[in-house]
């Protein structure tokens, strides 16, 4: 089974709002990423974060991540038009390979 | 720098066919995937290499799927015969491979969207 889950499936909101993802996952981790996809486009890097680290900002992003209750979040403040997008998050468990969860579709109006 | 590179972009074959997806990685990255991605399954991992070295190949569906990596630019990911449950976007992505059996940030091409008829 996926070892990312993402929540809520779907989000819509209007521009300017703050959008909030959620992933709970299921082992221990390395790091968890997040990545963008634009519809029929490859999968973008957003952000990583290590498993000692508890939070993280990157321009707009904001990530937390509880390794005691195996969740993360991603925080897209101030959101525009051109944040829709579907958006996933990715384990790593000591290995190169990066296990993805089933992703959030963001849906931004103006 | 190019970012990978894949073709086709897109793929219509009919069923038994023979399909081979290309891929190139960015220059000095030394692990490649290729993933697999449809609504009903979202993405899937089929195999990565590392230094050209295939490591993990247990999400490869069946026999029918086979992918090579004969030199560090290059990957190709073969279907024979191809069937319409084929049908899917095919994505490549490379990492720089951390040492430690550290997880990288992975890079994504742009897919090959493949149609099985």
């Known amino acids: 089974s996926q070892q990312g889950e993402e929540d809520p499936q779907a989000l819509s909101i209007q521009e300017g709002e703050n959008a909030t993802m959620n992933c709970s996952y299921k082992?221990?981790?390395?790091?968890l990423q997040w990545y963008r996809q634009n519809s029929g486009r490859g999968l973008v890097h957003l952000i990583l974060?290590?498993?000692?680290?508890r939070e993280k900002h990157s321009g707009r992003l904001r990530v937390t991540l509880d390794t005691s209750k195996k969740s993360s979040s991603l925080l897209i403040t101030a959101s525009r038009a051109a944040d829709t997008a579907s958006y996933f998050c990715?384990?790593?468990?000591?290995?190169?390979?990066?296990?993805f969860g089933t992703g959030t579709r963001l849906q931004v109006f103006p | 720098d190019a970012g990978v590179i894949q073709s086709p972009r897109h793929e219509v074959t009919e069923m038994g066919q023979e399909v081979t997806l290309r891929c190139k990685p960015i220059s000095g990255h030394n692990s490649l995937f290729w993933y697999r991605q449809t609504m009903m399954r979202g993405l899937e991992l089929l195999i990565y290499f590392n230094n050209n070295v295939p490591i993990d190949d247990s999400g490869m569906p069946e026999d029918r799927f086979s992918a090579k990596m004969p030199n560090a630019s290059f990957s190709t990911l073969k279907i024979q015969p191809s069937e319409p449950r084929d049908s899917a976007v095919y994505f490549c992505?490379?990492?720089?491979?951390?040492?430690?059996?550290?997880?990288?940030?992975?890079?994504f091409g742009p897919g090959t969207r493949l149609t099985v008829l």
């Open positions: 992505a490379s990492s720089r491979g951390l040492p430690s059996r550290r997880t990288d940030t992975q890079y």
């Open positions: 990715a384990t790593g468990i000591n290995t190169d390979k990066l296990i």
């Open positions: 974060i290590r498993s000692n680290e």
């Open positions: 082992t221990s981790i390395n790091n």
